[in-house]
């Protein structure tokens, strides 16, 4: 199961180049199995049909001195009649040839030195009936001896009119020197073929599965490439594998369909912004009309031209109205602001010089500035930068309790190899958690008052001028915001 996991983890090329190395040593294992099987086999064959031959040659060369003889045919003849011959038919046949009567008793052998007696081993019992009962009259007997294959033949002598005279055993010992010298030197030249095959194979099996793969690979890398949130490529490539050439077919159908998913995601949520857009504007124009209505109302009920504090009151009430349509165009003017985006200014200016002349409009002894250089050339609207510091460091001051005892907020700009960092950090109360990724929503705020479009227009502003704006918080301690602004080199 662990050898499973593992070569489930391995990419598709490394496993069709080792199914196919496994797939050669496989077939070089068989094909040595079957030659040596092959080998063994032809060499049985060929003891078996080599003692054949000897036998009947034996056999018909003992008819014929038995056809020859002036002793009378008989079984206690055979001695006398092969006393001189034996040994002239063993050396003609190079074969050793023993001569039993019936009953398994040795009359004559032609083995050196060799006397008859009543020591001579007879043929065993069951030998000499499996000889009788079959229908050759005629049995090998196969031994291994020290390793050796010993075979040893036994068939009946018969006279002229096939009556049986005695038994002829031929003992044979099998001498597979050759075949053995033969089947090594086969078996070194398989292994030098399948030696050179297996480097052929090595080099196939890599270009074959790297050829196999590669489509694959491009499909897999414009999967990881493909995003709702931009525009996917399709894949332009035609394959050799059918399954690859659909499975393309399938992707490029796919980035279709997703394309029409965003831009039908995209109305969708601009719709629903827009529409909580609106309900937010019409929320915040509603807050000062109930008082500017109730005012008109106490205004219409107490007046009395001879009221001495006439004049006071209007004045009163004039102010009221003023603060409330003040409130109102505040809310018409952040939102127009925030609807049309103004346009992209390339002016050429002193990013040092503008944050310090725009940190004076603020009165705070606990703002301070900080610069290791006093010019950081970059491209960008003044009054944008301008609306930039301001948001931030607004931000950055209401971010701090009145009650808190140590304020502070440190702006300060840094030069990197091609950008301009403003850094705002302040020691307010920082960014709750659940918060963390709204800060730049429209009308998202943490604030009793406001519409909550400061940040988001000023990202707006920052990513037109091809910048960033990020921010680390600490809840309790404190948030830095970090804008950075492409830079012009000297």
């Known amino acids: 199961m662990a050898a499973g996991f593992k070569m489930s983890m391995l990419s598709l090329r490394i496993r069709i180049f080792l199914s196919m190395i496994v797939l050669i040593l496989i077939a070089s294992l068989l094909m040595a199995s079957i030659s040596i099987i092959q080998f063994k086999n032809e060499a049985k064959e060929y003891h078996q049909e080599r003692l054949e031959r000897k036998e009947t040659a034996i056999k018909e060369h003992i008819n014929y001195v038995l056809s020859t003889t002036t002793y009378p045919l008989t079984t206690r003849n055979l ?100 075949y053995e010298n033969e089947l090594q030197s086969f078996l070194i030249r398989l292994g030098q073929v399948y030696t050179f095959m297996l480097l052929i194979a090595f080099a196939l099996a890599y270009f074959l599965s790297t050829y196999i793969t590669q489509s694959l690979k491009t499909i897999s890398d414009k999967l990881r490439e493909t995003s709702l949130n931009q525009k996917n490529e399709k894949i332009v490539l035609e394959a050799n594998s059918k399954e690859i050439n659909l499975l393309i077919k399938a992707y490029n159908g796919m980035v279709d369909e997703l394309e029409q998913s965003a831009l039908k995601l995209a109305q969708s949520e601009r719709e629903e912004a827009w529409r909580e857009m609106a309900k937010q504007v019409a929320h915040e124009i509603k807050n000062p009309l109930t008082p500017m209505r109730l005012t008109v109302q106490s205004f219409h009920r107490k007046f009395d031209a001879n009221d001495p504090d006439l004049k006071q009151k209007l004045k009163d009430y004039s102010e009221t109205l003023i603060q409330q349509i003040d409130t109102m165009s505040s809310v018409a003017s952040a939102f127009s602001n925030f609807a049309s985006m103004p346009a992209q200014q390339n002016e050429t200016l002193n990013v040092v010089d503008v944050v310090e002349l725009t940190l004076d409009l603020f009165n705070e002894d606990f703002l301070v500035f900080e610069s290791d250089e006093t010019e950081i050339i970059s491209i960008m609207d003044r009054t944008q930068l301008i609306r930039i510091i301001t948001n931030l460091v607004k931000n950055a001051i209401q971010a701090i309790p009145e009650q808190q005892a140590e304020k502070s907020v440190l702006v300060s700009v840094k030069r990197t190899s091609n950008e301009v960092l403003i850094l705002v950090k302040d020691n307010g109360v920082g960014i709750e958690e659940q918060n963390i990724n709204h800060i730049f929503e429209p009308k998202f705020t943490t604030k009793n008052s406001g519409m909550g479009l400061g940040l988001g227009i000023i990202k707006n502003i920052i990513e037109n001028y091809k910048g960033t704006i990020t921010f680390e918080t600490a809840y309790g301690k404190g948030t830095t915001f970090t804008v950075a602004l492409p830079l012009i080199k000297p």
């Not at 291994?144 to 036994?154: A, F, K, L, P, Q």
Request: aromatic share 8%; glycine share 4%.
């Open 79 to 178: 001695g006398l009649i092969f006393k001189d011959k034996i040994h002239e038919l063993a050396q003609i046949h190079n074969l050793e040839i023993n001569i039993y009567s019936l009953n398994g008793k040795l009359l004559k052998s032609s083995k050196a030195a060799f006397s008859i007696d009543s020591v001579s081993p007879p043929i065993p019992k069951y030998i000499l009936k499996l000889v009788q009962s079959s229908i050759e009259k005629r049995y090998v007997d196969i031994k291994n001896i020290d390793g050796v294959r010993n075979r040893s033949s036994y068939s009946q002598i018969k006279d002229e009119k096939f009556k049986p005279l005695g038994i002829l055993n031929l003992p044979y010992v099998e001498d597979d020197g050759f």
